[in-house]
């Protein structure tokens, strides 16, 4: 039988194209020409479907649909890793939007999660950065928003204390946050900055989460940390001798989980892995297939119990699992 809306011999793959067609369209804001190239249409096909699309409800405020494709992907991840979810959004059509696809997925995620009393701690970089593009603003009593690493001196807005207060500010949350440096010139400093009786009840604060999310990142020139000069591009060459992989909240970590033995990780001012282990609700949020080794790497750091990911590296993950 045809679908009226995506009227087809197969149904089902059509309507997951038009899906795909509202990602390209409504989440990386293709032009219609583009996404036509993209999925290889007629511009004509492109507007039905986005047309098709808004009829049945597909797209509404926010995206809130996943083809075929994706949940077969989201059952092989959540049984392959032991996850109690698993959301994968489409590929993007360009690497560049890797973090927009995946954070409008986190974005809609946590909005569906977040009630009243609870407390959230949440992480940084680019993709929890865009999420907060596709939360809902509403308000919800008694919650608590905690920042679970340090800020930078020189704010951007993609700065830790900048992602937790505007998260809190969209449900008229509180907002904790750890004011100290992300980064500190010795594992000194960061003990005697732990000792301070307010960054002490914060960890505590951080420790008792209902929910966490946060990010990965990887070892690379164009890593958020690199980027944004946090680090500099010199300690790359040591990381990876060292066997990092990739990053949790500024803890490198290696292929196993493990964090590895660098001057770095003694530095960083952040909740630890071992903190993070005990959220009953710890959700991964990246994306990307260059990202798959550090993405695995995370999951076994944190045990995270829900992971948000796209379809390049949900694929690359279970090719190499």
Request: with cysteine; glycine share 8%.
């Amino acid at each position: 039988m045809k679908s009226p809306l995506f009227p087809s011999s197969d149904p089902a793959s059509t309507s997951d194209l038009g899906i795909r067609a509202a990602w390209l369209y409504y989440v990386e804001e293709l032009t219609q020409a583009e996404i036509a190239k993209s999925l290889k249409l007629s511009r004509a096909k492109v507007i039905r479907l986005l047309a098709a699309a808004r009829e049945s409800g597909v797209v509404r405020v926010h995206l809130d649909a996943r083809g075929t494709e994706q949940m077969a992907l989201e059952q092989r991840l959540a049984r392959e890793f032991g996850l109690d979810e698993a959301i994968v959004a489409p590929s993007p059509a360009s690497d560049a939007a890797v973090a927009a696809v995946v954070g409008h997925a986190a974005g809609t995620y946590l909005s569906s999660q977040v009630r009243d009393g609870m407390s959230v701690g949440i992480g940084w970089g680019s993709t929890l950065n865009a999420s907060l593009k596709a939360i809902r603003d509403r308000p919800v009593e008694r919650l608590a928003v905690i920042s679970l690493l340090g800020g930078m001196t020189h704010s951007r807005a993609i700065n830790p204390s900048a992602v937790a207060r505007r998260l809190a500010d969209v449900f008229g949350a509180e907002c904790y946050q750890l004011t100290a440096p992300l980064f500190v010139t010795d594992p000194a400093t960061r003990a005697a900055l732990w000792k301070e009786p307010g960054l002490h009840e914060l960890l505590e604060r951080a420790r008792r989460v209902d929910l966490a999310m946060v990010s990965v990142g990887d070892v690379r020139e164009d890593a958020t940390l690199f980027r944004e000069g946090l680090l500099p591009r010199s300690v790359l060459k040591s990381l990876a001798r060292a066997g990092a992989i990739g990053d949790v909240l500024c803890h490198f970590i290696d292929a196993d989980g493990r964090v590895v033995d660098h001057p770095v990780n003694k530095r960083v001012v952040a909740v630890g892995l071992g903190d993070l282990r005990k959220v009953p609700k710890f959700v991964l949020a990246a994306g990307g297939k260059r990202k798959a080794p550090a993405i695995r790497a995370a999951l076994k750091a944190t045990r995270a119990r829900v992971l948000i990911t796209d379809e390049g590296a949900a694929n690359a993950l279970l090719v190499s699992d």
